[in-house]
Structures are given as structure tokens and as C-alpha cells.
């Protein structure tokens, strides 16, 4: 009931990189993904007002 097992032998150097490398690329491409949907609102205009766009001329 809720016993984790350890295991016998650590890791290798090459399964702890593996994982390093796994982890840092699936963060490198959520936020790829997250700058591509933000570039895709602003191409929209969308997004024109908080970024100060040409609705905004108004001030002196």
C-alpha cells in the first residue's frame, strides 16, 4: 500500500542524461508552442489593444 521500491543500481550517467535532455526538451517545445500561439493572436489583431496598437493614437 503505497511502498515505493527503490531500485537496486542508480541510474547510469547516460539514463540520468537521457532524462535531463527529455525534461529540457519537452519544456523547449511547450514553450515554442506557447510563443507560436502568441505570435499567431497578434497577427490576428487580437491582441492590438494592451499591446498599444493603432487603436491607441489618441494621446497627445
Do not use: C, F, Y
Not at 13 to 25: N, P, T, V, Y
Not at 36 to 53: C, F, I, P, Q, S
Amino acid at each position: 500500500m503505497g511502498k515505493k521500491t527503490i531500485p537496486e543500481n542508480p541510474p547510469s550517467a547516460k539514463a540520468l542524461r537521457e532524462a535531463r535532455l527529455k525534461s529540457a526538451l519537452k519544456a523547449n517545445l511547450q514553450r515554442r508552442k506557447a510563443q507560436t500561439r502568441a505570435r499567431a493572436v497578434d497577427e490576428t489583431g487580437e491582441n492590438a489593444a494592451e499591446k498599444g496598437g493603432s487603436n491607441n493614437n489618441e494621446a497627445g
